[in-house]
């Protein structure tokens, strides 16, 4: 197991432009967590999901933003119309449900967004 | 609403020396507590979590932490620091267990003086 892989891990855009990160879970994990972490700040919760289905959303995620998990295995973030706003770390992160063990929420290493 | 505060934002510690980081969180149940290190370039590992029990918990790298509910706290510690200590920590507060939507405090960097 090779632990939570997010890709890509840098992105540069200019301001407007569609982007799409990707996020695949350790592979026993059915939930997937997305969040987003500025500089100086704390990671803030976007969304998460238990297997396919989106079980939660914050207010952060505006109409731009839209995540999917559509099999259950890998999830993708896309982001429309990028704003300066949104430069930051997009952090992923999978676990167990629970009642199935332990449930800590292990973290990928982030995918960083600059948007010009 | 849920929050958690972390009132230092930088601290520097000599190598050996004994380390405290605080943590106060608001939460109107009883709440699921973490501790995380975020070290550059690497993702957030998490250092020790309080459900229950023993109000004194132990994690990983030699860290601790004690849960104080009439304080709303929930203090790190470490008796001597190490080099490889210095990185972000992060004091959370989940709702339901591990695996649900946890809230993060703004961090505390911590800097090792050798």
């Known amino acids: 197991d090779t632990g939570v892989s997010q890709n890509p891990r840098h992105k540069i855009t200019k301001r407007g432009q569609n982007v799409t990160f990707r996020c695949d879970p350790i592979?026993?994990?059915?939930?997937l967590y997305w969040y987003r972490q500025t500089l100086g700040q704390g990671p803030e919760f976007l969304t998460y999901f238990q297997n396919e289905a989106q079980l939660e959303k914050s207010r952060l995620l505006s109409d731009r933003f839209s995540a999917e998990r559509p099999k259950g295995s890998f999830s993708t973030l896309e982001i429309q119309r990028t704003e300066q706003g949104d430069s930051a770390m997009y952090l992923c992160?999978?676990?167990?449900?629970?009642?199935?063990?332990?449930?800590?929420?292990?973290f990928g290493p982030g995918t960083r967004l600059t948007v010009l | 609403a849920q929050s958690v505060t972390q009132p230092d934002i930088h601290i520097t510690v000599s190598e050996g020396a004994s380390l405290e980081l605080r943590c106060n969180y608001s939460?109107?149940?009883?709440?699921?507590l973490f501790w995380y290190v975020q070290s550059p370039g690497q993702g957030l590992q998490l250092l020790l979590k309080?459900?229950?029990?023993?109000?004194l918990v132990q994690g990983i790298k030699g860290f601790e932490a004690e849960f104080k509910r009439s304080q709303s706290s929930f203090n790190l510690r470490k008796p001597s620091v190490h080099w490889s200590d210095a990185a972000e920590y992060f004091c959370?507060?989940?709702?339901?267990?591990?695996?649900?939507?946890?809230?993060f405090g703004s961090g505390t960097r911590l800097s090792i003086r050798p």
């Open positions: 939460y109107g149940a009883t709440p699921y």
């Open positions: 992160a999978s676990s167990s449900e629970p009642g199935t063990g332990e449930n800590e929420q292990f």
């Open positions: 592979s026993e994990h059915n939930r």
């Open positions: 309080y459900f229950s029990g023993d109000t």
């Open positions: 959370a507060v989940g709702r339901y267990s591990s695996a649900s939507k946890i809230i």
